[in-house]
């Protein structure tokens, strides 16, 4: 096992930086495919509601593991308050495929946009409703943030299926208490 993961990382380091850039986003692109295909198949098998609690399961522990690796690969040790959270929401995953922002940054409270979300805008093309996925970003979200710094606290300020700006599909506000 060792020896072919060895021999892939061996064809990355002969790549050039736009190859990796591309793959990165290519492999995001398919990260994001398999999320997607998989909450349909639930769907299809149990109906939304029952394909919204696996996905909420799904988010709060990988919302974790992607938080922990992103400081881990960062150098960013817990507790790093509002300046880490902003850091850390750059290298999601759904950083490469979403416009995001983070507004009215302070050392005590940022407020987070996500201008244009690849699967809203998708089901939006498409003539769908909004995906109702409130009820997942409220634990993605404050799982993440505290998973960066405990004392951070996170609100919802708008998530479909709750009506929203047509600025973005939904904004966080998180704030660092204590």
Same mark, same amino acid.
């Given at each position: 096992m060792t020896g072919q993961l060895d021999e892939g990382v061996a064809l990355l380091r002969d790549l050039s930086k736009d190859e990796l850039i591309s793959i990165i986003i290519d492999d995001a692109k398919n990260w994001l495919a398999h999320d997607g295909l998989w909450f349909q198949a639930v769907e299809r098998m149990h109906?939304?509601?029952q394909a919204i609690e696996a996905d909420r399961?799904?988010?709060?522990?990988?919302t974790v593991i992607e938080a922990q690796r992103i400081m881990n690969r960062l150098g960013i040790e817990p507790g790093g308050g509002i300046p880490a959270l902003v850091e850390c929401l750059k290298h999601?995953? @759904?950083a490469r495929l979403n416009l995001q922002e983070a507004v009215e940054i302070s050392e005590s409270r940022v407020v987070f946009?996500? &201008?244009?979300?690849?699967?809203?805008s998708a089901?939006?093309?498409k003539g769908?409703?909004?995906?109702?996925?409130?009820? &997942?970003?409220? &634990?993605? @979200?404050?799982?993440?943030?505290r998973t960066v710094d405990p004392r951070?606290?996170?609100?919802?300020?708008?998530c479909p299926p709750d009506p929203h700006p047509d600025a @973005?599909?939904?904004?966080?506000?998180? &704030?660092?208490?204590?």
């Amino acid at each position: 096992m060792t020896g072919q993961l060895d021999e892939g990382v061996a064809l990355l380091r002969d790549l050039s930086k736009d190859e990796l850039i591309s793959i990165i986003i290519d492999d995001a692109k398919n990260w994001l495919a398999h999320d997607g295909l998989w909450f349909q198949a639930v769907e299809r098998m149990h109906g939304m509601d029952q394909a919204i609690e696996a996905d909420r399961a799904a988010w709060q522990k990988f919302t974790v593991i992607e938080a922990q690796r992103i400081m881990n690969r960062l150098g960013i040790e817990p507790g790093g308050g509002i300046p880490a959270l902003v850091e850390c929401l750059k290298h999601r995953l @759904y950083a490469r495929l979403n416009l995001q922002e983070a507004v009215e940054i302070s050392e005590s409270r940022v407020v987070f946009r996500m &201008v244009d979300c690849r699967v809203q805008s998708a089901r939006k093309r498409k003539g769908l409703p909004d995906f109702p996925c409130k009820s &997942v970003g409220l &634990v993605e @979200y404050a799982e993440f943030a505290r998973t960066v710094d405990p004392r951070i606290e996170t609100r919802c300020i708008a998530c479909p299926p709750d009506p929203h700006p047509d600025a @973005y599909w939904c904004a966080w506000e998180f &704030v660092l208490k204590g």
